[in-house]
């Protein structure tokens, strides 16, 4: 049998649901790894199109100068590796944010010094927002069996996730040269009443603008009377 037959991924729990108290949900990585190889994982969502204002110094004053399209961006993009594994030029051409900004394609008020300006102000947004995030050695390696060594690291879907399938990559590199890669899918489902709006949203607008309006007018009403309860004594 080929000894790299058994390399696998499994991510734990295997799904996420998203219910009306989500706050995001951590997940565990695993994977056998062949003894003396080193391990990349890629958790990356959906390609789209990203619609930023861009904001910038008219006659001293902080503003929005213009839009910027960024086509191509992956919607979430997790990277792990193992402690032994160093990100150095060779790697981080194959695996990282290099490897993104290179799929990427910039339209509109694009500034002066470029996309790369751009790219790095967009990763500190996703950062921000816990959707990007690049974490050498939070791959540990635990026990080993029969030639294999588990290795397991934790990341964290925040709560602002979209519903969608993610793709998770398992890279084995050996000398730092790719040897063997498996996939997985992560299913992130919407359920309960966050999955019925995004229902009567999509296939029911009309409905779903009317119900918005009435739950603003009936929260309005509930909290004017409350403080203006509470100011009576």
Not at 104 to 132: C, D, M, R, W, Y
């Amino acid at each position: 049998m080929d000894a790299w037959a058994d390399a696998h991924l499994r991510i734990d729990p295997p799904y996420v649901h998203i219910r009306e108290s989500f706050q995001g949900q951590p997940l565990t990585l695993s994977a056998a790894i062949p003894d003396g190889a080193s391990a990349v994982v890629e958790l990356r969502g959906q390609a789209k199109e990203l619609v930023l204002l861009r904001q910038g110094r008219r006659g001293g004053l902080w503003m929005s100068v213009g839009e910027v399209k960024i086509a191509n961006c992956p919607s979430l993009y997790f990277l792990l590796t193992t402690e032994d594994l160093k990100l150095h030029a060779d790697i981080e051409k194959q695996f990282g944010y290099d490897v993104i900004k290179n799929g990427l394609t910039f339209q509109g008020a694009i500034p002066q010094n470029g996309a790369a300006s751009l790219f790095s102000e967009l990763v500190k947004l996703k950062e921000h927002e816990g959707l990007f995030g690049v974490f050498p050695g939070a791959l540990k390696k635990t026990e080993s069996k029969n030639g294999q060594t588990w290795v397991r690291g934790q990341i964290f879907m925040p709560g602002n996730v979209s519903a969608g399938v993610y793709k998770a990559s398992l890279f084995i590199l050996n000398s730092g040269h790719v040897t063997e890669q498996r996939r997985v899918d992560l299913s992130v489902e919407m359920k309960g009443m966050p999955a019925i709006l995004a229902t009567l949203a999509h296939e029911h607008a009309i409905l779903y603008g009317v119900l918005a309006v009435v739950i603003a007018v009936v929260t309005g009403f509930v909290m004017g009377f409350i403080f203006k309860g509470r100011g009576a004594h």
